[in-house]
């Protein structure tokens, strides 16, 4: 709200008072005292001043009978001033006489303590999101460092902050965990909390409803602005016209800004570029697909907040087969935790797997061909090789994987599987799917590189 | 001007008015009703500025014409007035009374800087019972506080939503809650009412006699319209507060320590003996011992001595002994219909919750004294 070139010019106070002077000359003392009383300037930019009044009443009183009068009277003291808005008091003013009425109910009443209980909707966080809750892991590490710095040091050290990474990623989250924390360790702090949609619809509202200034003011008032998924307003000119001034306004003032999208800000299509150059003008950071320690961790954590817990093995288990999405890893464990409820016994590996079995990446239409054709070419070896009878080293292993790979990852079956590479028989295939199977629990190596390609074959 | 109506029509309409019109105000035309009339309809209006009405009534219109008098006066004669019909007119811009036999010439008030109550038409409006608005603002307007230093406790909550409609109100001291779920309402809508408006409010929807009202809510503005047939169209605005009601379900304990059920005539009457004896301060002793079957009240003052007092009741859980202000008590017990209520404590510090028994409908809260 404070604006550079407010120091220069006079206060809104002096203004309003100044005008109201010149008013009170031009008018009867009884219309005076009953429609400019309570009034002020709640502020002023470019050049338009807007006009808080006490009433709706007295609002359309005032643009229907002395609007020309205010203008003008304006106008002599400050001549910028183009327009003159008007809105109502957001409450009733508070009459002198009031507040000694009754004086203080009794002071040795306790009260309720509903300072704590004003959940404003206005800031939309929502409080499951916190950092207690947030899972730290070698994947979101860097975004979850970043957070923290801009707790210490708000609107000092990365402003913005710019969190981008795929969804289910747990951008969200980390977000609101941010103005979550502001909100209960920083009570005098104003927090928001709004999707870039919600942001977009606010705008055209505002515009259509010819109020602007109220947007403007409502949007400069806070302390934390988090911009959810601002991907979603690309190619509207004019609502990233809008946001652009209002990061402006916000960063100028020390405010922390912090933004959240599916990707880097550079490659954001259908922004501007001086929009870009500022997302990127702070800090960086991405949520890449969690890894399957850190997965466990998550499926641990969320199992504990359900207060629910299966065996080591399965919960190995769906890490390694629901991967990427922790939003689907989350609704496959409500599943399991429902399911065992309902049949009121510890749940066994082979109940997973049915559970799980339409939240398996699905088949994306990737043909067995491909698949060859993708590992083949990891491997470095021709992809003919993979059909033919050869036994040599380099192709019996790539060969296994692939096997293992169209049977866990595509659930093709053994007989069809054998068929496909050059007609083996299908306990060939079960033997090789086995093995790499075992190996993996041992190897590590095998394992990244088993998920190298399933991201290589999914990434089509 | 010149129309002609019943006493009955025009004196109720009068009085509704009347209530609204502004009192200290400085502009004349605002303690003024101004009667506009058109074609076949009579409007009269009247407002202080944050809040206003206007009641069209039919009437046989023979000149149209726009006059403002000083409510006052106008409501005062047409009192006593003993005819039935009614002819207004005006005459060298003064207001002519005339019912049989009584001739009345009101001095009028330039009524040019009378303001318009703006009309939006935009919002289509809820439609809700005229009886359970009354009802739920009724229930809870005494826990609102009076001082609008705190906008949204000096207010009325009124939250609709699907599930019906939810008064509430509170001065951080007591709270009182009304859920009225026999209204479905097809959209939610949280609104904050000043309690002077609201009380305001609470003697229209008295007056009329409609079944349901129509709420029209803007930014910063209430309109509660209705149709009935004892005064016509009546419109009712009122400024809202823009603010937040607190989250107050979260103070609502949910388990208590001590339970007692009593009959609400001898708790009230408990109450009233204790009143004798608190003094000024209005403090009485509450001392509930389920073992013994005790439940008792006590208080004193320096000046007029002591008493103690016990009534039958029916006790469970922990001992507790805790001090309330009267007066926070007594207020509630209008709102419950059943013969007998149920206090549950949670502790000394803990406010006490009071309902009828078997009526979850209503909840009030009162905060215990900090000694």
């Known amino acids: 709200m404070i604006n550079s070139v407010e120091n220069e010019r006079m206060s809104n106070r002096e203004l309003w008072q100044n005008t109201l002077v010149q008013i ?57 001033i183009r327009n003159v808005e008007y809105s109502v008091h957001r409450a009733p003013v508070v009459p002198a006489e009031h507040k000694a009425s009754r004086a203080a109910a009794s002071p040795e009443n306790a009260s309720f303590d509903l300072q704590s209980l004003y959940i404003d909707k206005r800031d939309n966080l929502n409080p499951r999101y916190t950092f207690d809750t947030f899972v730290v892991g070698p994947f979101n590490q860097l975004a979850h460092a970043a957070a923290k710095a801009v707790l210490d040091h708000p609107g000092a050290t990365y402003n913005p902050l710019f969190i981008y990474g795929s969804t289910g990623h747990g951008k969200t989250h980390l977000i609101q965990a941010i103005g979550n924390h502001f909100k209960k360790n920083h009570t005098s702090k104003k927090v928001l909390y709004v999707t870039s949609e919600k942001f977009a619809v606010d705008y055209i509202n505002s515009v259509r409803a010819g109020n602007a200034n109220n947007f403007k003011n409502q949007y400069r008032q806070y302390d934390v602005l ?22 402006n306004a916000l960063r100028d003032n020390n405010k922390q800004i912090v933004f959240s999208s599916d990707k880097h800000p550079m490659l954001l299509p259908g922004f501007e ?10 800090m960086i950071a991405e949520i890449p697909e969690p890894d399957i320690e850190s997965r466990t961790a998550i499926i641990k954590a969320k199992l504990e907040s359900h207060g629910f817990s299966i065996p080591e093995d399965i919960i190995k288990f769906i890490a390694e087969s629901v991967r990427g999405n922790i939003r689907e890893l989350e609704g496959v464990l409500n599943m399991i935790v429902c399911k065992s409820q309902l049949k009121g016994k510890t749940i066994s590996q082979a109940d997973v797997r049915t559970l799980i079995k339409h939240n398996l990446k699905p088949n994306r239409g990737v ?23 050869t036994r040599k080293k380099e192709v019996v292993r ?37 093995k790499i199977k075992q190996e993996i629990k041992t190897d590590s190596s095998l394992e990244i590189e088993i998920d190298h390609l399933r991201a290589l074959i999914h990434a089509s | 001007m010149k129309i002609g109506t019943t006493k009955e029509r025009l004196l109720n309409a ?17 303690s003024c009703i101004l009667i506009e009339a058109n074609d076949r309809e009579v409007t009269l209006s009247a407002t202080n500025l944050e809040a206003g009405v206007d009641i069209r009534l039919p009437a046989e219109v023979e000149e149209s014409g726009v006059v403002a008098v000083s409510a006052h006066v106008l409501a005062q004669t047409i009192r006593s007035i003993s005819g039935d019909k009614i002819q207004l007119k005006t005459e060298d811009s003064n207001l002519l009374i005339e019912s049989r036999g009584t001739k009345t010439l009101i001095k009028a008030v330039p009524h040019n800087e009378f303001p318009a109550l703006s009309t939006s038409v935009e919002t289509k409006g809820i439609v809700v019972s005229r009886e359970n608005l009354l009802r739920g603002i009724q229930s809870v307007s005494y826990a609102a506080s009076p001082s609008m230093i705190r906008p949204e406790l000096g207010s009325i909550f009124i939250s609709l939503s699907t599930s019906g409609m939810i008064t509430a109100a509170t001065d951080s001291f007591r709270l009182a809650e009304k859920v009225l779920s026999n209204t479905a309402i097809k959209e939610d809508q949280d609104i904050l009412i000043p309690l002077k408006h609201a009380l305001e409010l609470t003697h229209v929807l008295e007056t009329i006699d409609s079944e349901t009202v129509t709420l029209q809510l803007d930014e910063s503005q209430i309109a509660v319209l209705s149709d009935g047939i004892k005064i016509g169209h009546v419109r009712y605005v009122s400024r809202v507060v823009d603010g937040q009601f607190p989250n107050y379900k979260e103070i609502i304990p949910k388990s208590f320590t001590t339970e007692a059920t009593v009959l609400k005539n001898d708790f009230a009457e408990m109450l009233r003996k204790a009143r004798i004896f608190s003094g000024n301060d209005q403090h009485v002793g509450l001392h509930i011992y389920p073992n013994r079957k005790i439940f008792s009240a006590t208080a004193q003052s320096n000046d007029v001595g002591e008493m103690s007092d016990s009534v039958d009741a029916a006790l469970t859980g922990d001992d507790i002994d805790i001090n309330f202000h009267i007066g926070y008590l007594n207020d509630c017990f209008t709102s419950i219909q059943s013969d007998s209520i149920i206090l549950g404590f949670s502790g000394p510090a803990r406010p006490v919750v009071i309902r009828g028994v078997s009526d979850a409908n209503f909840t009030y809260l009162v905060m215990p004294l900090n000694r």
Request: aromatic residues 8%; glycine residues 6%; contains cysteine.
């Open chain 1, 24 to 80: 009170e000359l031009g008018t009867s003392e009884t219309s005076f005292r009953t429609w400019f009383r309570n009034t002020d300037i709640v502020n002023r930019d470019a050049n338009t001043v807007q006009i808080a009044v006490p009433s709706k009443i007295v609002k359309e009183w005032l643009m229907e009978k002395h609007h020309k009068l205010i203008l003008s009277t304006l106008r002599t003291i400050d001549n910028t």
């Open chain 1, 226 to 247: 988090i911009m959810d998924d601002v991907q979603f307003i690309a190619n509207t000119e004019k609502t990233q016209e809008e946001l652009f001034h209002l990061f």
């Open chain 1, 273 to 282: 570029d001086r929009l870009k150059g500022r997302f990127a003008g702070g």
């Open chain 1, 367 to 389: 043909s067995i061909e491909e698949v060859v054709h993708r590992i083949a070419g990891y491997y470095d070896i021709p992809e003919k090789s993979i059909y033919e009878k």
């Open chain 1, 398 to 434: 790539p060969r296994q994987i692939i096997m293992y790979i169209l049977r866990e990852e595509f659930n093709v079956s053994f007989p069809s599987i054998g068929e496909k590479l050059g007609g083996r028989d299908h306990t060939t295939v079960i033997h090789s799917c086995e």
């Open chain 2, 14 to 30: 009068i009085l509704l008015a009347e209530r609204i019109v502004g009192k200290k105000e400085s502009l004349p035309v605002l």
